[in-house]
């Protein structure tokens, strides 16, 4: 029998002789039905209602200022245009199959998802395109006159309606002919975003808008551990099985080291991996993790397995960075890299922290104990096979 913590049965008064086999197969049946009951129940509250754990409003747009117009180009995934642009659906993905009947709805959604103003005056779109990629990426391209006065102010007025979802947001960057303009992180609450034209209007060596901050990549990297649920539902798996100091140290430096690897190659576009592969392969690691706990006894593959995995969590990990627009338009990439890693380590300590002393008192309350850890490990593997569906059924 898997337990979190050693029991003391010796106070038990004996069995019967002939009845003790029979009865002991029937307690250990009881408490594995107990334990699979409590972890189906614990995954369904766990299992969020999209299938993309991992921040699925991945919505970047670019604004440059060229010859006679203003062009904002933006990307965002089939899935989530349908969310934002098609609330009508009810939740329903949009697929490729879809995207004809879908155009023009898409091509509206397109032309009005910003509302753009110069000086305060609003500046009305002249054209609007939209495209499906390979990838089942859309792409709108919405062009408006060139702006003169400043502030240039953008307003991602479309985005109110995902409000109820934590990381939904664009990362809006803006170009110049000349000059970068500025750059932010756009959300619900706060989706407007205002810079001044004056540094395209100087010389060309004119100092450029300084890009996020050192502190901004940090909370970013914080943020990003606590609000991916994936990434956190892994780490809970690999704290399960641990019984002492050591055996957390090694598989937290593991799954560290690992994605850390990865995090700097996808980051400087060293070795990338879609999105449509990182995100089922992640789910997929969480059914093994906890699985693996589930064994009670970790196996001696434990560390090579984290480090395996932790591979695969970095490049979901460097889709933030994808969306901040790292290194784009000059800007550096080892410092806000380094900042966004000690982050997600900030991030990943302060989440070890709590959960490690709540499992260790568990494992001293044999009652609680007896089903704690098989209820958690299962319901780790219930929800990690839920979005392993999800995401291979996109």
Request: charged content about 15%; glycine content about 8%; hydrophobic content about 45%.
């Amino acid at each position: 029998m898997w337990s979190i913590s050693r029991l003391d049965c010796s106070s038990r008064a004996p069995l019967p002789a002939g009845r003790g086999e029979g009865a002991g197969r029937r307690a250990r049946a009881l408490s594995f039905s107990r334990s699979l009951s409590l972890a189906l129940l614990l995954s369904l509250a766990l299992v969020p209602s999209t299938g993309h754990a991992h921040d699925p409003f991945e919505i970047t747009t670019d604004a440059h200022i060229a010859g006679a117009e203003l062009r904002l180009h933006s990307t965002l995934s089939l899935i989530t245009a349908g969310r934002i642009c098609m609330p009508g659906r009810a939740g329903k993905p949009l697929r490729r199959a879809d995207y004809d009947g879908a155009r023009a709805a898409l091509e509206v959604c397109g032309r009005d998802f910003f509302e753009v103003a110069q000086a305060g005056q609003a500046l009305a779109p002249r054209a609007v395109r939209v495209a499906l990629t390979v990838e089942d990426d859309l792409d709108i391209t919405t062009s408006y006159g060139r702006p003169t006065r400043s502030p240039l102010a953008f307003d991602a007025v479309y985005l109110r309606r995902v409000a109820r979802h934590p990381s939904a947001g664009v990362v809006l960057t803006v170009t110049g002919e000349r000059a970068f303009l500025g750059q932010q992180l756009l959300r619900p609450e706060e989706p407007t975003l205002a810079v001044s034209l004056e540094p395209d209007a100087a010389r060309p060596d004119a100092p450029r808008a300084p890009p996020p901050s050192f502190t901004q990549f940090l909370a970013l990297g914080v943020r990003h551990i606590l609000t991916g649920y994936d990434h956190l539902l892994f780490l809970l798996g690999l704290l399960i099985a641990c019984r002492t100091l050591r055996a957390v140290l090694g598989v937290v430096t593991c799954f560290t080291v690992a994605h850390s690897v990865t995090l700097a190659l996808a980051g400087l576009q060293i070795v990338t991996l879609p999105s449509r592969l990182v995100e089922p392969v992640i789910a997929a690691t969480i059914v093994v993790v906890g699985l693996e706990s589930l064994r009670g006894t970790p196996s001696r593959w434990r560390y090579v397995l984290t480090f395996a995995f932790g591979l695969m969590h970095g490049f979901g990990f460097a889709s933030a960075l994808r969306e901040i627009g790292l290194g784009q338009n000059g800007a550096p990439i080892v410092l806000p890299l380094f900042a966004f890693n000690l982050g997600v380590e900030i991030g990943q300590i302060a989440v070890a922290a709590i959960a490690l002393p709540i499992l260790w008192r568990l494992r001293g309350a044999p009652r609680i104990a007896r089903y704690a850890a098989p209820t958690l490990s299962i319901g780790i593997s219930a929800t990690g096979l839920v979005w392993l569906l999800q995401r291979i059924t996109g």
